[in-house]
Structure formats: structure tokens, C-alpha cells
């Protein structure tokens, strides 16, 4: 189940939150190659950047940290890292739905509808992976 949860659903996950990004591409006419929107230049610029800003955030920042993690700690902690990466894969969902909401302010926004969830299964992993480390190199005992 670690594979499943903490390998192919944050996949599946960020694939699925591709979309709104394509969306957003046609809504607010951003072209490849362009990552982002230019502010002066695209007349919706901070509404694109924000849900691209979200996607990003998630695929590029978080992706490789909590997968090696989960995937090193579900050796040792095998449920608690499928339930984790469930939670993660919801949790960067929300992130983004968050992010994207350009009625809330940015600086929160992305924890606004839950994308919090997404910042506390990354500690988790993190966490047990430590835990993990340290009990096999006799730090602690259990």
C-alpha cells in the first residue's frame, strides 16, 4: 500500500491538478513556453501565476522530498505512510484550491481550504523517516 499511496496517488494527484493550469492557460491566454504570466504584459497575470504558483509548489518543491521520505519510512511505519500519503495527495489538492482563490489573501490563502494538511503530512514523513534513521543507527530503541 506505501507504493500505491505515497507513489502513485500524489502522481495522480499532480496530474489531476494540471488541469486547472491548463484551464487557466486558455481563461487567461498564457502561452507555452511561459511559465508564468508577465505582470504588464498579461492583463490577468496574478490570477494565472496563482494557480500555477500552486501546481508548482507542490510538483516541483514537495514531490521528490515527501516520496523518498514515505517511501524510507513505510519500511518501518507501513500504514502510517499509506494513510500519510493519502493525506498528502488530498492535502496538495487543497493547496492549490487555496492558492488559486484570488479573493483570499496570498499570503494565507493556500492554507485557507485545507492545504495545510499537505504541509503537515511532508512533516510526518520527514519525521518517521528520522525515526526510522535513528533507531537504526541505535540512537534510541523504540
Not at 513556453?33 to 492583463?43: D, I
Not at 492554507?111 to 495545510?116: A, L, T
Amino acid at each position: 500500500y506505501v507504493i500505491l499511496s505515497c507513489v502513485a496517488a500524489p502522481c495522480i494527484a499532480t496530474s489531476f491538478m494540471g488541469g486547472p493550469v491548463m484551464k487557466a492557460r486558455k481563461e487567461f491566454n498564457v502561452q507555452y513556453p511561459n511559465l508564468y504570466a508577465t505582470p504588464g504584459y498579461h492583463k490577468d497575470a496574478d490570477a494565472f501565476n496563482r494557480v500555477q504558483r500552486g501546481h508548482q509548489a507542490v510538483l516541483v518543491e514537495s514531490l521528490p522530498s515527501f516520496t523518498l521520505s514515505a517511501l524510507v519510512a513505510g519500511v518501518c511505519y507501513p500504514i502510517t505512510m499509506s494513510i500519510t500519503g493519502v493525506a498528502w495527495s488530498v492535502g496538495a489538492y487543497l493547496f492549490q484550491l487555496g492558492y488559486a482563490d484570488t479573493n483570499l489573501d496570498v499570503k494565507m490563502a493556500r492554507y485557507k481550504k485545507g492545504g495545510m494538511v499537505f504541509r503537515l503530512a511532508n512533516a510526518v514523513a520527514f519525521g518517521a523517516c528520522v525515526r526510522m534513521s535513528g533507531k537504526l543507527l541505535g540512537w534510541w530503541s523504540s
